[in-house]
């Protein structure tokens, strides 16, 4: 069974940094697009950033294009987004997702993890 | 501002047949598959219809999609009160080379 399991939330200021992880399961992590996706409570769902199996093509939304990384370890099974610069416009729930490729449906999601950022 | 464009809300009576429309451009919609994703109060997004109208396993066939040009549309039918939840539609953007989503439509069974 395919589990995606979300940590590294929290209450961070503006300002400074945070690292959020998606620890993957129950299929061959290696051969899979990842993709982040947030959603501000109460309101939509805004993809973040995708990276495909082996790295070599990332994207990013515009509004956190210059500030966040995202990164995976194949021989791990994780997936990581390195959020710097936070913003209290990056407060939400991030979730990391699966798909077969970068314009793949997103097939399997994490739980979530909310993110608030606030003096 | 969403880059796809849905209603906000919709609503039916258990059994009827509820249709939940989603717009977008020739970038997105115009070129790729709609994704939809249904979301439960307090829990992650779950794909629900994808490749226009193909349901994963598990998801009952009273959920349907299509999709002409730049639109696209969900239908439920045989409306049951556990459809009450938020509705998203997604695609592939070539312009901004990323997944695009509606803002949502939230669907309330009365």
């Known amino acids: 069974e395919v589990h995606l399991v979300q940590s590294g939330g929290g209450l961070v200021q503006p300002g400074r940094s945070l690292r959020l992880s998606c620890a993957a399961s129950?299929?061959?992590?290696?051969?899979?697009?990842m993709h982040w996706v947030r959603q501000v409570p109460g309101k939509g769902l805004e993809w973040v950033s995708n990276?495909?199996?082996?790295?070599?093509?990332?994207d990013y939304a515009d509004s956190v294009k210059g500030r966040f990384t995202v990164s995976r370890d194949n021989s791990g099974n994780s997936l990581y987004l390195q959020m710097d610069s936070l913003r209290p416009d990056d407060t939400a729930f991030y979730y990391c997702?699966?798909?077969?490729?970068?314009?793949?449906?997103?097939?399997?999601w994490g739980q979530g993890t909310l993110v608030t950022v606030s003096s | 501002q969403s880059v796809l464009t849905q209603p906000p809300s919709a609503s039916g009576t258990p059994g009827q047949r509820v249709t939940m429309s989603c717009s977008g451009s020739?970038?997105?919609?115009?070129?790729?598959?709609v994704t939809w994703y249904q979301q439960l109060p307090g829990t992650a997004p779950k794909l629900l219809i994808y490749?226009?109208?193909q349901r994963p396993s598990g998801v009952p066939d009273r959920f349907s999609g299509s999709q002409s040009g730049t639109s696209a549309s969900l239908a439920v039918s045989g409306l049951q009160s556990e459809d009450e939840a938020d509705y998203y539609c997604?695609?592939?953007?070539?312009?901004?080379?990323?997944?695009?989503f509606g803002g949502g439509t939230k669907l309330t069974v009365l």
């Open positions: 997702a699966r798909s077969a490729g970068s314009f793949h449906p997103l097939d399997y």
């Open positions: 129950g299929f061959a992590f290696q051969d899979f697009a």
């Open positions: 990276i495909n199996w082996d790295s070599r093509d990332i």
């Open positions: 020739s970038s997105n919609l115009g070129s790729y598959p």
């Open positions: 490749s226009n109208n």
């Open positions: 997604a695609a592939w953007d070539d312009s901004l080379t990323g997944w695009v």
